[in-house]
C-alpha cells in the first residue's frame, strides 16, 4: 500500500465526512477508498474512524493521525515544489470564502492586480455571512468579521474596519435624528441575529472610551448583510455597519450616518485556514495578496489601520 496515498485518501475522508465523497473527490472507486482505509488502521492497529449509516466519526487516536497527516503531507507539497517553477509561479485551484460585502465591494475589484501576479491560480470564491466548515466544505481559507472559536484553525486579525450607525432619511423624518445615544429610547433598529442562539446583536457605541450597548426594539431581523443595509434603507431602523460596505448610499444620500461622535467600534477581519506548518504555494501567496490589500487601502472608507495579530490553533 502506498502510505502516502493512504494518508491523502484518510485525510480527505476526515475533511469531507464521507467515504462516498472522498472517493468523489480523488476520482476513485469508493470500494478503493474503503479498503485502503481499512489496510491503514490494520498496519497502525488503531481504529481512526467509526462509520455509521449516516455520517463517519474520526476516534481520537484519528484525530491525531490526522493532525500529523496534514503536517507531513503539506511538508511533502513544499518539498516537490521546491525547484519547480511553482514555487515562483504557483498554480491550481484555491477556494476561499468571504461575506457578500468583502467580496464585491473590496476582494472581486482588485482581482485584476492578483490575475496579473499569478496568471496560473484559478479562484472558487463562495460569498456569504454564515459559518464554513473549512476542512468537511474543502475550503482553503476564509475571511470572517469575526475570530474563529475552533482551535484546530490560525486566525489572523489583518485589519480593523471602521462603522457607523446609519438610517435613511426617511425613517430620521419620522422618528427624528438622535443627538446622543442617550435619545434612543423612542427609535428601533433593523436587528440582525445571530444564527447560534437566534439573538439580535446590540447596537454598540464608544463613550468617553467605553463600549455601550443599546437593544433596541426590531420589527424586523436579518442575517445577512445585504438584507441587513436593505432593511435600512426601506426605513425599517438603525442600523451598523461598516463604513466601507455602506459608502454608495451614503454617497447618493439614501442613507445617513447619526451619531457620529459616538461610532461603533472598528470591526476586525480575519482571516482563517487549517494549521499546519506549511501551506501550499497557492494559498500561501492569496493569503498574502489579500494581507497586503487590507494594508494598503485604496479608500480611507475600508481600514482604519491594519492588525497582524495571530492565534495558533492548538
Not at 485518501?9 to 473527490?25: C, Q
Not at 446583536?201 to 426590531?218: H, I
Not at 492569496?286 to 495571530?310: H, Q, R, T, Y
Request: hydrophobic content about 40%.
Amino acid at each position: 500500500m502506498d502510505q502516502v496515498q493512504a494518508m491523502r485518501i484518510f485525510t480527505r475522508i476526515v475533511e469531507l465526512g464521507s467515504f462516498s465523497r472522498a472517493a468523489e473527490r480523488l476520482q476513485l472507486p469508493r470500494a478503493t477508498v474503503s479498503n485502503v482505509l481499512k489496510r491503514l488502521e490494520q498496519r497502525l492497529g488503531v481504529r481512526l474512524l467509526i462509520r455509521t449509516t449516516r455520517q463517519v466519526q474520526v476516534t481520537s487516536e484519528g484525530t491525531l493521525y490526522y493532525q500529523r497527516c496534514v503536517q507531513l503531507l503539506g511538508a511533502l507539497e513544499e518539498a516537490d515544489t521546491l525547484f519547480s517553477r511553482h514555487k515562483l509561479q504557483p498554480s491550481g485551484k484555491v477556494r476561499i470564502d468571504m461575506p457578500h460585502s468583502l467580496a464585491r465591494e473590496i476582494v472581486i475589484p482588485a482581482l485584476e492586480d492578483f490575475y496579473r501576479r499569478y496568471p496560473d491560480i484559478t479562484l472558487a470564491l463562495g460569498a456569504n455571512d454564515t459559518h464554513v466548515d473549512l476542512l468537511r466544505e474543502g475550503v482553503d481559507c476564509v475571511l470572517r468579521a469575526w475570530e474563529t472559536e475552533d482551535d484546530g484553525l490560525v486566525a489572523r486579525r489583518i485589519a480593523m474596519l471602521p462603522q457607523l450607525t446609519c438610517a435613511s432619511p426617511g425613517y430620521l423624518a419620522a422618528f427624528g435624528v438622535p443627538q446622543s445615544i442617550d435619545d434612543l429610547q423612542q427609535h428601533r433598529a433593523v436587528g440582525y441575529f445571530s444564527l447560534a442562539n437566534n439573538r439580535d446583536y446590540p447596537l454598540e457605541f464608544c463613550r468617553n472610551g467605553k463600549l455601550e450597548l443599546r437593544e433596541l426594539p426590531a420589527r424586523l431581523s436579518v442575517s445577512g448583510a445585504d438584507a441587513y443595509t436593505s432593511g435600512c434603507r426601506a426605513g425599517i431602523g438603525l442600523i451598523q455597519a461598516a463604513r466601507y460596505s455602506l459608502a454608495p448610499w451614503l454617497e447618493n444620500g439614501e442613507l445617513v450616518e447619526v451619531l457620529a461622535e459616538t461610532p461603533p467600534p472598528p470591526m476586525p477581519i480575519y482571516i482563517m485556514y487549517p494549521p499546519g506548518r506549511f501551506l501550499a504555494p497557492r494559498v500561501r501567496v492569496l493569503i498574502d495578496w489579500l494581507i497586503g490589500l487590507f494594508e494598503n487601502p485604496k479608500s480611507s472608507d475600508m481600514a482604519v489601520f491594519p492588525a497582524n495579530a495571530s492565534k495558533q490553533g492548538k
